[in-house]
């Protein structure tokens, strides 16, 4: 690992601000290659306009940072002064500085479902990523940005949509036919500030790079057609997205059902970080090992009773950003449902149901130490108190291809484990 000053001499640097006709030529490259994806050369609208912006943005983040770092596992880490970070290119942000850190954090009700685990969530929450492993972090006043490269925006299937769920991306009330598939656990019928739980972390199996597999937190209003509104985070393997099989932290949101609003991590004007250790897309490391040692990470999305902004905590500790509340319409105000668990895309490859693995690749009655799980699964009530998920109900798409059990203890609250191999004899 190594890190330095930033500057325009950089060679990663230069080779992803190659001129964009070579660009094309790489694309066009790629397309005749048996072992990649078929790409279109982007059209010389909107596509190309796209990726300029991209490659600017980029650019703009390496001059305006005071520090870069060499991850070992190849990727780039930008420290941007955090009045620079993509989110200020917001009009409604251009000029400000981030917010200040709320004071009044959501509380633990007293003898609720997983109140003991207040103690345990505060060591350790801060998780291990391969960036930051030999002890690095950016300096105070800056943070984290990872370089987007060419390469990256080239995986995509289109430069207007790098960043950014497919359109036919949704939560598991709506998504039967759309290719995505859930095992999860979710509440609804109320008004929901929040939610929190901890889920370990899988080096899941990927078998397409047009595929993903993902475990997280979703925090919805809306009524599932094109006005649903979104805030997500947890860990995904997207080789699409990262170039790679590695588990990385994620973020992301929405304001009309994955159509033309939102985006991962900090692609966009959205998410404001505040955080200067935890770099949002890179890959959390070490991992949970199947009947072996297991890790796992604490997430709290809640909203600000003052000052209406929702904020993205780790555990009981620190707080990573925060989205801005006028992004939203119906999460301005609540949510009406949280959902808790694993997604994966299916492109039925070979006209079979495909490999892709969701959680540890095991199926939930394979159980501890083997199967992937959420434990302490709460929710934040109208009066900024975590309490637990009353009424979750758990629910599978296929059950023959990922799976979902859940329960009760006074260690875990209400947890469940899930997910599963993919294709099996059960999953043709």
């Known amino acids: 690992m190594a890190s330095s000053s930033c500057g325009r001499k950089d060679p990663i640097v230069i080779a992803s601000l190659v001129p964009f006709l070579l660009i094309l030529l790489v694309s066009s490259s790629a397309a005749a290659s048996a072992s990649a994806k078929k790409k279109v050369p982007f059209r010389a609208g909107d596509e190309r306009d796209a990726y300029r912006r991209i490659m600017a943005r980029m650019a703009r983040m390496e001059k305006d940072c005071n520090k870069t770092i060499q991850s070992p596992d190849g990727d780039i880490i930008h420290c941007v002064p955090s009045h620079r970070q993509p989110a200020f290119d917001h009009p409604k942000l251009r000029g400000q500085m981030p917010e200040e850190e709320p004071v009044e954090r959501p509380r633990f009700v007293n003898g609720g479902a997983g109140a003991g685990q207040e103690e345990e969530d505060q060591e350790g929450v801060l998780f291990r990523q391969a960036w930051s492993d030999g002890g690095e972090r950016c300096p105070e006043g800056t943070v984290p940005v990872r370089r987007t490269t060419a390469r990256d925006v080239l995986r995509a299937s289109s430069p207007r949509r790098f960043g950014m769920k497919p359109r036919a991306s949704n939560v598991r009330r709506d998504s039967t036919s759309s290719g995505h ?59 699409e997205l990262y170039g790679d099989s590695n588990p990385r932290f994620f973020t992301y949101w929405t ?7 939102g985006c991962y991590n900090l692609h966009c004007s959205g998410f404001v970080q505040t955080n200067n250790r935890i770099a949002i897309g890179a890959a959390i490391s070490p991992t949970s090992v199947y009947n072996g040692r297991q890790f ?21 500790g620190p707080l990573v950003g925060y989205w801005p509340s006028f992004l939203f319409t119906h999460l301005g105000g609540h949510a009406n449902m949280v959902q808790f668990g694993g997604e994966v895309v299916n492109t039925r490859p070979s006209g079979s149901h495909t490999p892709t693995q969701m959680g540890s690749g095991h199926f939930p009655r394979e159980g501890s130490n083997r199967a992937a799980y959420f434990r302490n699964v709460q929710v934040v009530d109208g009066d900024n108190s975590l309490v637990p998920a009353a009424a979750l109900r758990l629910v599978a798409d296929h059950p023959g291809c990922y799976d979902i059990r859940g329960g009760y203890n006074r260690a875990w609250g209400n947890y469940f484990y899930y997910g599963g191999p993919g294709r099996n004899v059960h999953c043709p």
Do not use: C, M
């Open 181 to 239: 598939e859930h095992a999860v656990g979710y509440v609804t019928g109320d008004q929901f500030y929040g939610a929190k739980a901890s889920l370990n972390v899988w080096s899941a199996k990927v078998a397409s790079a047009a595929e993903f597999s993902l475990s997280q937190i979703w925090v919805i209003s809306g009524s599932f057609g094109n006005d649903l509104n979104t805030i997500e985070a947890g860990w995904q393997v997207s080789p």
């Open 255 to 261: 304001t009309d059902a994955y159509q033309e609003t």
């Open 296 to 316: 796992d990470i604490s997430l709290l999305i809640w909203k600000d009773p003052h000052r209406g902004n929702w904020w993205l905590q780790l555990g009981s």
